[in-house]
């Protein structure tokens, strides 16, 4: 099964369930990245009491500006539980023993994931929308999406080539959100030309020799670190760079203006 087949029928599902505002969780904990910026763009006033630290970073979370009155977690069953939550928002990467321990004691726990296509965007939005009875609210938004995608530009012409270059050289390859931003921005990426197409690192030397016409690094954090360092090697100094931001992760409304800024940088190194 598709994972876009897999989102619509887990939609159906829940919105078969017909959950009014009365039925709605009142107090929704979310454990992992994806989930808190779904529950803080979809969830009603005072309807979301914690999500993780990681919804404060400003490089990799859009819904800083969401965070008052809610509290933070570091996605332990213990702390969540104290909480008294009626709906736990989880992913496939959440630790498994914190869920089975929070199931265990009777605690609802639903499974929310990122995107991998943009094409998916709309979907999760309305089945996260529908987790916390905010069916509607979630149509809205996905509808609107849904059109900004219909009306972004399709790139004609020449197609530069890309390179992800994070934290330790790692690279990111086909099958992956970042992947189909950058294709849909009218790139290709260089990991999948030489052998990285599942992802993996690149170094220094693979970038010398095959000189990608753009870099696309992570945020940097204060401070100093070896693996961050490598990104700013000067060797690699002459290649135009793009920094990425939390918008490119999960699959939000937000990720489409990352690729709208892709496609203006994309046009001005074809002029």
Known sequence: MRRSDAISLCAALVFSGAASADEAPERVVSMNHCADQYALLLGAPGQVVSVTHVAADPLLSVVTDRLEGVGLNRAGAEEIYRLDPDLVLASRWSDPMAIGVLEGLGVRVARVDGVDTLADIPQNIEYVAGLLGRAEVGAKIAADVSRRLADLPVAEGERPEAAFFGAGGYSVGSGSLADDIVGRAGFDNLADRVGRSAGGY???????????DLLIMSGVYPGSSQAEALMDHPALSDIPRYRT??????????????????????NSLIE
Do not use: H
Request: aromatic letters at 4%; one cysteine or more.
């Open 245 to 266: 931001d939390g918008a490119w992760s999960c699959g939000l409304p937000a990720t489409l203006g990352a690729v709208v800024a892709l496609i203006a940088l994309r």
């Open 202 to 212: 690149l170094s220094v030397e693979v970038l010398l020799m095959e000189r990608p």
